[in-house]
């Protein structure tokens, strides 16, 4: 069965760092390229970085270019969202899928950024 599960998610100040992680089973991870998206709340689910299945090209919304680093362990069927400098209005739920959104989704994981 395929799975996605988000994970890693919390509450952070202004200016903070966090990571998040996506696990995936049931498909063959290394060959996909993979994307994170997120929802913030009254929002649209957005996409906001891509990262293709060598671990070669990585692609970023311009609002967290510089900030966010999207990576992945193909080994561990494992990607991983590093989150630095963050701004109240990246609170939102992250989730990922593949860039053609061909996965189920997973539940997310809840990120806050709150003084």
């Known amino acids: 069965q395929i799975h996605v599960v988000e994970s890693g998610g919390g509450f952070v100040e202004p200016g903070g760092s966090l990571r998040v992680s996506c696990e995936a089973s049931g498909f063959p991870f290394s060959n996909r390229d993979m994307s994170w998206y997120r929802r913030a709340p009254g929002k649209e689910r957005e996409w906001i970085a891509s990262i293709d299945q060598f671990d070669t090209r990585t692609d970023y919304k311009k609002s967290v270019s510089g900030r966010f680093t999207i990576s992945r362990d193909n080994a561990m069927s494992t990607m991983y969202l590093q989150m630095s400098s963050l701004k109240p209005e990246d609170t939102a739920v992250y989730y990922c899928?593949?860039?053609?959104?061909?996965?189920?989704w997973g539940q997310g994981t809840q990120v806050v950024v709150s003084s």
């Open positions: 899928n593949d860039v053609l959104m061909s996965l189920n």
